[in-house]
């Protein structure tokens, strides 16, 4: 039996071998069996980080569910339990657990250990700890990139991101190594977005964000592997910059980047919706390099279960025959429109006829005679009606298969009808005309003989045949319960 592919989410970073520091992460996670508020897995190192994580309003309890690496002066979030009466708990990872509503700084320099440095800073005048939030202070890359022989690329505008990003999706590896500078805030709505850097040509260069915004961004795309607003960095520097938007795509995601190689990424942040099923994290799918003063907030989720789309379309019959039987308004639904019929023409009979609420009268010949596959017919109805109608002309598989030896349908249909212990040549029937939609007070003049399913006409000759009568409201065009048929010679000639 094939076991249940397990859902690993991390709040901030799906897998880590390299080094996070200063870095926080408050989200709102999906229930899966292997989560972290933090982490997933840790090789590597991470130090003074939090984490705020919740699944339904409950905290996430572990702050990194694979621990490999070091953790130090590192906590999550965790409200008092019935078995922990104290603010702080020492736990065998390094990791304190407290209450952000109730502990203070003091609280962490006493009982944890733990030292603020210069990247934290208080924004309200209370102690505690929920008043402290990361320092968006500037990364300076002039030291990094004084080794660029070329002036910095300057993005301006939306038109210029995309062009780099498509630059480097096929593969310009000038584009991908250069060094940007974003001058503006930029809104990426209504785009779908490719992630700078893939695994064939991965970004390499520096990114300076200069403060600035990245917003509305979405990565929709499921064959995309490493997605965020970055996709693959490799020994590239990234800084000063925030990104928000969605991933919606599958393993080893972030909102950030999807994975950083050997790069650093400084003074970064994401307000981001992440989905993903496998080392999925917050601001960053996998890190082998370096990380610091970032964070990442927003929704961590898993995908749609794929088992519900069996049972996705009887959901949706039960909720459409709920509505329609409890909406009292479901007569005045409006539905897709029947095209009217090239050959009628406004009529002068039928100008007196007098009904119930739902009228409709016509007048049809008996006989169907098509010559050179053109059958001239009266066919009308009256001014007065407020039902319009279309006509099917119809031979049943029976009378077919008596005159021609087959039913006219195609070879792989008629074996699957054959097969039914069900089918009926009796009451099974071709279509061989159909007209389009005849308003009140117009007739039909023309039909035009169809060819068969199987792509061949009807042969001359003289067969029973239906003519099928299909009504429709006038204002909604909705499809009345009730049809009328009416037995017709078809001449062929």
């Known amino acids: 039996m094939k076991s249940k592919k397990n859902i690993k989410l991390g709040g901030f970073c799906g897998v880590n071998t390299g080094s996070i520091s200063n870095s926080f992460s408050v989200s709102d996670m999906s229930k899966a069996r292997e989560i972290a508020s933090f982490c997933y897995k840790n090789t590597g190192e991470i130090n003074t980080c939090f984490a705020k994580s919740s699944i339904r309003k409950q905290d996430v309890n572990n702050f990194c569910f694979d621990n490999r690496g070091e953790i130090t002066c590192s906590f999550s979030n965790i409200k008092s339990k019935e078995n922990m009466s104290e603010c702080i708990k020492k736990s065998d990872d390094n990791v304190n657990y407290c209450d952000f509503n109730q502990i203070t700084v003091n609280d962490l320099k006493e009982s944890a250990g733990l030292e603020l440095n210069d990247f934290w800073r208080k924004t309200q005048s209370s102690d505690i700890l929920m008043s402290l939030e990361l320092k968006n202070d500037y990364y300076d890359c002039s030291e990094y990139v004084k080794e660029f ?32 500078v974003l001058e503006n805030d930029i809104d990426l709505k209504n785009v779908n977005w490719e992630p700078i850097g893939n695994i064939v040509c991965p970004f390499t ?11 509305n961004f979405k990565v929709v795309s499921k ?6 607003f970055f996709g693959v960095v490799e020994h590239a520097l990234i800084s000063n910059l925030q990104v928000d938007g969605m991933i919606k795509t599958g393993s080893c995601s972030g909102g950030f980047a999807g994975i950083s190689r050997e790069s650093k990424i400084y003074s970064c942040s994401t307000v981001s919706q992440v989905i993903g099923t496998d080392n999925v994290g917050g601001f960053i799918g996998n890190n082998t390099g370096i990380i610091e003063g970032c964070y990442f907030n927003g929704k961590i989720k898993k995908p749609f279960p794929l088992i ?17 039987i409890l909406n009292p308004m479901k ?34 010949s008996d006989v169907v005679k098509f010559v050179n596959n053109t059958a001239d017919v009266k066919f009308g109805s009256p001014d007065s009606a407020n039902q319009s109608m279309t006509i099917k002309i119809q031979i049943t598989d029976q009378e077919l298969k008596e005159k021609l030896g087959k039913t006219g349908r195609t070879s792989s249909e008629q074996k699957s009808l054959d097969s039914n212990p069900n089918y009926d040549p009796s009451n099974m029937r071709v279509t061989v005309s159909e007209s389009g939609l005849v308003l009140p007070g117009y007739d039909l003049k023309k039909l035009v003989l169809d060819k068969l399913p199987d792509g061949t006409y009807l042969p001359k000759g003289v067969y029973r045949g239906i003519a099928f009568l299909n009504f429709f409201n006038g204002e909604t065009n909705e499809k009345a319960m009730i049809n009328t048929q009416i037995p017709i010679a078809v001449v062929v000639e």
């Open 223 to 228: 064959d995309i592997m490493f997605a965020g």
């Open 331 to 364: 007569n005045t639904a409006t539905f897709n429109n029947v095209p009217i019929d090239p050959y009628t023409v406004k009529n002068r009979t039928f100008q007196h006829y007098t009904g119930g609420q739902n009228k409709a009268s016509f007048s049809f």
């Open 308 to 324: 519900l789309l069996y049972f996705l379309p009887i959901l949706i019959l039960i909720i459409l025959l709920c509505l329609y």
């Open 149 to 180: 022989d070329s002036e910095p690329v300057h993005i301006r505008t939306k038109e210029d991101l995309i062009y780099i990003s498509e630059r480097i999706k096929n593969g310009d590896s000038q584009s991908a190594s250069a060094y940007y």
């Open 205 to 215: 260069g520096v990114f300076d964000g200069c403060g600035h915004k990245i917003y």
